[in-house]
T-cell receptor
Framework: ETGVTQTPRHLVMGMTNKKSLKCEQH?????MYWYKQSAKKPLELMFV???????ENNSVPSRFSPECPNSSHLFLHLHTLQPEDSALYLC??????????????FGPGTRLTVT | KQEVTQIPAALSVPEGENLVLNCSFT??????LQWFRQDPGKGLTSLLL?????REQTSGRLNASLDKSSGRSTLYIAASQPGDSATYLC?????????????FGKGTKLSVKP
């Protein structure tokens, strides 16, 4: 266990549904990340929050909406997704956003299928 | 824009062999380079982190090296075991406009046969 949990682990949703992914870290970290892992593509950074403030939005479509109510929790709200959004969504955290000394710790991911 | 490439994409070896996984990156201005392991359908487990000022890091049977000038890192696995079977990812932490961003390679899928 890395100290980062994600729920649900699997999610199947239709294109008109609204759902949310949840991430929680028990490490006392200040930075949290959402990544997308599609088949045959490298992991892609989606969003970064540092001290609850969004610091990165990597040109993600607005049908993905992140929320960070506190340093321990991160949500990804999903609505009107497309089949090509089917992927493994990974959450990660690190002590701070600055990469010099801090490793990122990853959760187990949510396998999302959009039908 | 940083690009990370991993070769080979897949590797199958018999148990007990020593092996090397390769990672190259196009922009040498990195803060650090991390190696991760990913089991099927699972998240990533950090294996080793090499700071830009370091040349190598070791953990058990794993040794990772970093040569910033040539844009290369290698992960050496000694005496491979079936339990080492997984996908190995390398990621470079850049110091461009997006601090903290890890740029990942596509990974090397390793299979160690008993």
């Amino acid at each position: 266990e890395t100290g980062v949990t994600q729920t649900p682990r699997h999610l199947v949703m239709g294109m008109t549904n609204k759902k949310s992914l949840k991430c929680e870290q028990h490490l006392g970290h200040n930075a949290m990340y959402w990544y997308k892992q599609s088949a045959k593509k490298p992991l892609e950074l989606m969003f970064v929050y540092n001290f609850k403030e969004q610091t990165e939005n990597n040109s993600v479509p607005s049908r993905f909406s992140p929320e960070c109510p506190n340093s321990s929790h991160l949500f990804l709200h999903l609505h009107t997704l497309q089949p090509e959004d089917s992927a493994l969504y990974l959450c990660a955290s690190s002590q701070d956003q600055h990469p010099r000394d801090y490793e990122q710790y990853f959760g187990p991911g949510t396998r999302l299928t959009v039908t | 824009k940083q690009e990370v490439t991993q070769i080979p994409a897949a590797l199958s070896v018999p148990e007990g062999e020593n092996l090397v996984l390769n990672c190259s990156f196009t922009d040498s201005a990195i803060y650090n380079l991390q190696w991760f392991r990913q089991d099927p359908g699972k998240g990533l487990t950090s294996l080793l982190l090499i700071q830009s000022s370091q040349r190598e890091q070791t953990s058990g049977r794993l040794n990772a090296s970093l040569d910033k000038s040539s844009g290369r890192s290698t992960l050496y696995i000694a005496a491979s075991q079936p339990g080492d079977s997984a996908t190995y990812l390398c990621a470079a932490a850049g110091n461009g406009g997006s601090q903290g961003n890890l740029i990942f390679g596509k990974g090397t899928k390793l299979s160690v046969k008993p």
